[in-house]
């Protein structure tokens, strides 16, 4: 990482404190400490950190939800349900694959698809 992206990071890590918000239905913050926290769902640990095309962020690190508010010092007590939620997509994104290139060697395309595909990496 070089001086450029080391002061960006600590930029970031300094405003995005102030910038994430956790609200309960009220309007009001949770907790005045960290505590023990449930997080659920795929933005857990595959946080989502920019968007695309011009909003594409092209980091080499950043930092999920979990990890975030594990270094605030929130006990993250839902760590197995997202451990297997974890599995259960690596699975689907495996069929996912698999049927992809069933209906692309169906309609004759696999090998072009292959070959872009081997293009982009």
Avoid at 29 to 49: E, H, I, M, N, Q
Avoid at 52 to 70: D, H, I, P, Q, Y
């Amino acid at each position: 990482m070089n001086e450029y992206e080391r002061e960006q990071n600590e930029i970031l890590r300094n405003f995005g404190a102030e910038c994430t918000v956790l609200l309960k239905s009220d309007g009001s913050f949770p907790t005045d400490a960290p505590c023990d926290l449930a997080l659920y769902g795929s933005g857990a640990r595959r946080t989502v950190k920019g968007g695309t095309g011009s909003g594409e962020v092209n980091s080499r690190t950043f930092v999920t939800a979990e990890e975030g508010l594990e270094a605030a010092g929130f006990r993250i007590t839902s760590k197995e349900w997202l451990d297997r939620y974890g599995e259960i997509w690596r699975e689907a994104k495996k069929c996912f694959i698999r049927d992809l290139k069933r209906s692309a060697l169906k309609r004759g395309t696999l090998a072009i698809w292959s070959c872009r595909a081997a293009r982009k990496t």
